[in-house]
C-alpha cells in the first residue's frame, strides 16, 4: 500500500510553542501483505515512513528498499528543474 498525505496544512505557530516538525504515521493493516509506504510534507520538509512485516520482507531486503526509495528521491531533488517561458 502507498499512501501520500500530501502537504499537511497546518499552522507551525501556536500561541507560545513552535511546531518544527510532523512524521508520517506508520500503520499495518490485519491481513496480508501488510508493507505500507506513507509520504507527508510540512514545512518543505517530506517524511516518508516504511513499514513492513518481516514474514513477507525479510530486514535485509526492506533495507535495500529503503536505500533505493532514498536514492532515487536524491536524484530527483538534485535534478535541476526546468522553467517553461510562455511567449503570446
Known sequence: MFSNLGK???PHQYQHFEVES???PS???PLGNTTTMIVSTYRN??????V???GYVPFVEAEAIKEKMISILKSQVEQPVEILNATA
Not at 520538509?45 to 516504511?50: K, L
Open 8 to 10: 499537511i496544512d497546518i
Open 52 to 54: 513492513a512485516s518481516e
Open 45 to 50: 520538509q517530506m517524511d516518508f515512513t516504511f
Open 22 to 24: 510532523i512524521f508520517s
Open 27 to 29: 500503520v499495518m493493516g
